[in-house]
């Protein structure tokens, strides 16, 4: 629910922030095209919600096909992976979709100030938006895999709720947010999230093949903490890794996760993430 919350968030985001562009543009030169815009937005931002609610249908559907031993076993191999794919997706992937977003955008930004608002500049600005949906869709798309279709759902529409405020506000102008500061939080976050998938994977790894327990070793006996099948236990094990059987191994673990990821994709000079030189 967390992971789809701050996906949901970020893209959407983005999303409000293409729908200001263009809005900004239009008013600015007088152009007169807000309604087609906004008709553009509501389009594609339907579509991008709907197409999200189906790929949970469709994990939700793969998970009741698969019960006891295997699904704990396929659990533990998607956990792992999401917690790597997740940061890889967000800090690497997704910057390199973004420049061709952006060349899109221009082009798009250039017709409109030149007056050439048409159906095919139209369906250009749904898909823009569109495709917001489509990139929640991928890089959420593990992580549903083993989670609960109702709470990804919440997750989704609480993202685009934060969206929708955040981008109002920006918009007109009542409160100034900083969006490189808004995205930088949710980076934290998401190599939150992604320490927690790993380490409950591992956790789950270990126990499942090699009936080895990582909460056994320093456990710190959490017992206040609400029960995993409960809402809040749910909630605090997804977002945070944390539940009744919580050990020093484990938090171990997520230590090792979160200083990797930090030298290899927030380091600054870091050489994975500089430009290439041109010869």
Same mark, same amino acid.
């Given at each position: 629910? $967390? #992971?789809?919350?701050?996906?949901? &968030? @970020? =893209?959407? *985001? !983005?999303?409000? +922030? ?104 139209? $369906? #250009?600005?749904?898909?823009?938006? &569109? @495709? =917001?949906? *489509? !990139?929640?869709? +991928? ?115 997520? *230590? ?24």
């Amino acid at each position: 629910m $967390f #992971t789809t919350a701050v996906i949901g &968030f @970020r =893209e959407f *985001l !983005e999303a409000f +922030l293409i729908i200001g562009i263009f809005l900004g543009v239009s008013r600015k030169l007088a152009l007169k095209k807000e309604m087609e815009i906004y008709l553009a937005a509501i389009i594609g931002l339907s579509l991008a919600i709907a197409v999200n609610i189906g790929v949970f249908f469709f994990a939700a559907h793969m998970r009741n096909v698969t019960t006891g031993y295997h699904i704990d076993a396929i659990e533990s191999y998607l956990q792992i992976f999401s917690g790597l794919f997740l940061v890889y997706v967000v800090f690497s992937l997704h910057k390199r979709m973004n420049q061709n977003k952006k060349e899109s955008l221009a082009k798009v930004q250039q017709n409109i100030k030149q007056d050439m608002f048409d159906v095919s500049l139209f $369906f #250009t600005i749904t898909f823009l938006i &569109f @495709r =917001e949906g *489509l !990139e929640i869709a +991928l890089f959420s798309m593990s992580v549903t895999l083993f989670s609960v279709f109702l709470q990804d759902v919440i997750g989704l529409l609480l993202g685009f709720a934060g969206a929708v405020m955040i981008g109002s506000l920006t918009y007109f102008a009542y409160s100034k947010f900083s969006v490189g500061k808004i995205y930088k939080a949710t980076e934290y976050m998401i190599i939150l999230l992604g320490a927690s998938l790993f380490q409950m994977g591992m956790t789950k790894f270990l126990h499942t093949y090699f009936a080895f327990s990582l909460s056994n070793i320093g456990s710190f006996h959490l017992r206040f903490l609400p029960g995993e099948n409960s809402f809040a236990g749910t909630l605090l094990q997804n977002f945070l890794g944390v539940d009744v059987h919580f050990s020093a191994a484990r938090l171990v673990v997520m *230590l090792f996760y979160i200083g990797a990821m930090y030298v290899i994709f927030l380091q600054k000079g870091n050489i994975l993430l500089q430009p290439k030189e041109s010869k």
